[in-house]
């Protein structure tokens, strides 16, 4: 069965009627190479052996990536002729689903909360899930914010990423990550646009960034849906801050790490995460890259390399 804009589970009488008679299929946002018509292999190198990335170089600009991050995958977004006309678009967009999509799977009292919550959830996109924050901000109490916060995930609008560990204690008691699901949606809510961009505004560069991480991460978690085997996706978090953007865990144990960094130039400590990845899994861990928004994949450090950011799709 293939999904419209609601997560099939949540729909009661469906799932009642279809459960053991029929395969569910998530369609996601395109990805970057299927709206250029190009066969993407980023997620199958990465699982086999990162190192079969060093050596690729890149010519895309800043500002193509930032076309690319605003305009998000959403295939009818896509198709507006300017960026006045998509904006526009994804306005529609949202007011159908928050007044449509949620009430068709509950008929809920405060839902003229739901576009506040929606827009603090946004602005935690690419960082810890703190939902009391969220909720206190559109009014609700924490209970109700998480319930509300379930339903937006319903309707993919965001995603939460879990705590990644070997333990189901370590995955419980760690923090989620959130992201929005589609890029050009997170941009819209947040106000990020080209022209604030480009005047260098320090706060649209920060949100930018986390932007950036969640565009990424569901590039990469698109590409491996693809697979045969689905990976166990993650973010990685230590007590004192050392942090891995996502992991991706195959079934015999196998690991490998991304992060996302928005410079164009690598620092010392952008690997700290993956080095303290590798080291706590040994032979298990196959690799980790930093993708950047620089020219050249390079090799960092053991088993640990640099990748332009556009190597997901070229």
């Known amino acids: 069965m293939v999904t419209g804009s609601t997560n099939y589970s949540t ?4 799932a009642q009627s279809l459960t053991g008679r029929a395969e569910v299929m998530t369609v996601w946002p395109f990805t970057q190479g299927e709206i250029e018509s190009r066969h993407e292999t980023f ?21 193509d990536y930032v076309r ?45 909360a739901l576009p506040l919550l929606l827009r603090g959830l946004v602005g935690q996109t690419g960082q810890l899930l703190n939902i009391a924050q969220a909720a206190a901000r559109a009014g609700l109490s924490r209970a109700v914010g998480a319930d509300y916060t379930q339903l937006l ?5 965001a995603r ?9 204690s370590s995955r419980a008691n760690a923090a989620p990550k959130l992201h929005v699901l589609d890029s050009g949606v997170g941009a819209w809510l947040l106000g990020i646009s080209a022209p604030r961009l480009a005047r260098r505004d320090p706060a649209a560069w920060q949100q930018y960034g986390h932007l950036l991480e969640s565009f990424a991460v ?20 230590t007590k004192d801050g050392v942090e891995v953007d996502l992991v991706l865990e195959l079934f015999d144990g196998q690991v490998v790490g991304v992060e996302v960094k928005a410079g ?10 993956l080095a303290a ?6 032979s298990a861990f196959i690799g980790g890259v930093v993708l950047y928004t620089g020219e050249v994949a390079y090799r960092l450090a053991d088993r640990i390399h640099a990748v332009p950011l556009d190597c997901l799709w070229q």
Not at 153 to 157: D, G, I, K, S, Y
């Open 218 to 237: 569901h590039e990469i978690l698109k590409q491996a849906s693809w697979l045969p085997e689905l990976p166990q996706a993650g973010h990685y978090r």
């Open 264 to 273: 164009t130039q690598i620092r010392a400590e952008d690997t700290r995460g």
């Open 160 to 168: 939460r990423l879990p705590a990644w560990g070997r333990t189901l």
């Open 11 to 14: 729909i009661p009488r469906a």
């Open 277 to 282: 990845l590798r080291d706590k899994l040994g």
């Open 43 to 63: 997620a199958e190198r990465l699982l086999t052996d990162p190192s079969q990335l060093r050596g690729a170089t890149s010519d895309t600009t800043r500002d």
């Open 68 to 112: 690319r991050v605003l305009a998000g995958g959403l295939p009818v977004a896509l198709r507006q002729p300017s960026d006045p006309e998509r904006r526009r678009w994804f306005q529609s967009y949202l007011d159908l689903v928050v007044q449509r999509d949620v009430l068709d799977i509950r008929n809920i009292r405060q839902r003229e």
């Open 153 to 157: 995930e319903a309707v993919f609008l």
